[in-house]
């Protein structure tokens, strides 16, 4: 199985099918082990993590493993945990922000790559895109996903973006931090801790 998604990965990271739509060109950006137990499934890498090649390697990384409870060291453990975005690479910026991930990514790759993760018992899903593939919750409000996590209990845990730009959401919702993070912390460890 871990030579099987070594192979997978090293085709994902040679990937060049949306290469014309990508203003700063192809550079997947992602990391798997066979061992993994937790799977983190983001949007797309932003520009400082299209440059250093390391996912979540930016302030949204940083609030994301405070969320967590978890080191540097832990969360880039590949044998723990697995971290594929929606779309691999950057997709550009928008009015409001980095676009959306490129929509060939998820179907074209997601499938196989939980198929050589069989060790995962929990997904994180965060945002509204990763969310909508994986719960089919496309037309509900990331708020409402977010309020009902237990509903996707023990596989998925819906999460907001940690972005610095959604401080005004938590600032709204004080019932993430307070509620939803302490069961979040609760969840991750014990997939990282099941055998």
Do not use: K
């Not at 939980?114 to 995962?120: E, T």
């Not at 509620?179 to 801790?193: I, M």
């Amino acid at each position: 199985m871990a030579e099987e998604l070594i192979s997978l990965l090293e085709e994902i990271r040679g990937c060049r099918l949306c290469a014309q739509a990508l203003p700063l060109g192809p550079r997947p950006v992602l990391r798997a082990g066979a061992g993994a137990r937790l799977l983190v499934v983001g949007q797309a890498p932003g520009t400082r993590v299209h440059e250093t090649g390391i996912p979540w390697n930016d302030p949204s990384g940083d609030r994301l493993r405070e969320w967590l409870e978890l080191d540097r060291q832990t969360f880039y453990d590949s044998e723990r945990i697995a971290i594929v975005p929606m779309g691999f690479c950057y997709p550009g910026r928008g009015r409001g922000g980095d676009l959306p991930p490129r929509p060939e990514c998820a179907p074209t790759w997601h499938p196989r790559l939980l198929a050589a993760l069989p060790r995962v018992r929990l997904t994180l899903l965060i945002g509204r895109y990763a969310q909508a593939w994986y719960l089919g919750t496309g037309r509900e409000r990331l708020t409402e996903t977010v309020g009902r996590y237990r509903d996707f209990l023990p596989g998925f845990f819906p999460l907001p973006h940690p972005s610095p730009r959604n401080r005004l959401w938590l600032r709204q919702r004080p019932w993430f931090e307070e509620q939803v993070v302490p069961a979040l912390r609760q969840e991750v460890h014990r997939a990282l801790e099941s055998q």
